[in-house]
């Protein structure tokens, strides 16, 4: 099997996710230069809402896209409702507050959000039930499942989806004009709270399907999952410009190929045995075919922070961004 | 009178920028509000429309605006070019005119009101796709006032339109404030250029360090000495 193009397509599946789930960091901080650290216990929350209902309904028979679906019309609206909620109280009332305050307030969100999901669903992993039956393609020596296939076509229409909004619609136009100058806007007849609050809902409905997407992905789904994916999204976010929207698609897709690479290959590149010089010293280790791996794929999720710290040390405005310094 | 203000006064911190001022502004009359700068002109304009923390009355077509969101500004006819010109700069020209018929619902008749404005600035035509930040100063200028006319405006403030701009295109902006206010837009224009503002007026204050000092007839005012030798340059002897 071909490793490099393997890795390849789990990245581009795992990206798209990240994609999915940076643009909601990107919009918020695009509007209100606000870093929503919640978002990530959005997404855990979509994922939780939607294995709850699909829990209830597998035993039905239903065909399967229809369960899932509906798991998904229950997950956007409770998100929405959560992204509002926290919007209304935890970030407009420190609208005019010094940058610190609604960050921190941000953080307080996320940990609250977190234990609140873990008293209403327990500390248990809760599994995905069997309901979709994994198929396996084989394309040039790789495989591709198509719960793969489906997520990457789910990404691509909801981006797609969202660029219409933003760049083809009235409410899109008030948005990237709020984001611009809101005092202007505000001239202009644009009530700048309602866009504010629009973007955190689309936003938070963003981050239902992507948990439902990760959720299936993996097939669990656990209160505590939203922090690193959030962090990762965060940083694919950064990496691709924060606060421009085709920049977290692109670092989202970025990111999950650059790890993915880098799960699939740090073991094969930190096996000691590999380099002579060092096989020769550890001759016990490495006799008879035997390996001295430094770091395995576990590791996994460091790339996306070397990116990110990477990012920061060379490129703060990101990929795409053009005028990050002014703000940050 | 279409707009009343009385008593206004602005505060940033412990610092009085605006004083106290009265001024009016009768339907379909041009007046000006003229100053150096640092006058409070600027910090006045905003406080009509609620941009700053305000104290005193303002009155807009009888209706205090006391509590009014600035949203809904646009929606009864009031409208303001700030200073710097605000255009969205990476907004296209046509999304820029877009925003300014953003508070109104008659479709057919906005796309009617763009293709005016299309023809009264041609460049804008040509440069419909660009984005806004790609523009000339003049060329924003004209943006920023071809957008506020895409709202219908009743009463439009204009703040500083001269700024920053070359003096052929001082010139055009100018013709251009002349020909809206010929259409019967009432206009409250806030200007440096006290000369050319005054010409183009039918009334004017005076205003300096947070007051009005003169409040007068625009040709009154371009013969008043004090006027001519503080605003025009001029010596009084």
Known sequence: MDIFLQQVINGLTLGAVYAVVALGYTMVYGIIQLINFAHGEVVMIG?????TVIGVLAPYGWPPLLVVLIGVACAIPACMLVGFTVERFAYRPLRRAPRLAP???AIGVSIILQHLAMLIWSRNVMSFPQIIESRTYIVFGAAITNVQIAILAICVLVMAGLALLVYRT???TAMRATAQN??????MGVDINRVIASTFGIGAALAAIA???VGTYYGIAQYTMGSILGLKAFAAAVLGGIGNIPGAMLGGVLLGIVEALGAGYIGDLTNLCRYDWLASLLSERCANGGHFILFGSNYQDVFAFVVLILVLVFRPSGL????VGDRA | MLLEVQGLEVHYGGIRAVKGIDLAVAEGELVCLIGANGAGK?????AICGLHARRGRVTYAGQALEGLPVFELPRRGLVMVPEGRGVFAQLTVAENLAMGAYARSDTEEIAGDLARQYASFPRLKERRHQTAGTLSGGEQQMLAIGRALMSRPKLLLLDEPSMGLAPLMVAKIFDIVREVAARGVTI????????LALELAHRGYVMESGSITLADGAKELLANPKVREAYLGEDAG
């Open chain 2, 188 to 195: 409250l224009l806030v200007e440096q250029n006290a000369k």
């Open chain 1, 103 to 105: 960050l921190i307030s």
């Open chain 1, 320 to 323: 795409l961004g053009e005028r």
């Open chain 1, 211 to 213: 948990g439902v997407m």
């Open chain 2, 42 to 46: 600027t910090s006045a304009l905003k």
């Open chain 1, 170 to 172: 009235r409410l899109g």
């Open chain 1, 47 to 51: 994922a939780m809402v939607a294995f």
């Open chain 1, 182 to 187: 809101p005092q202007v806007a505000g001239l």
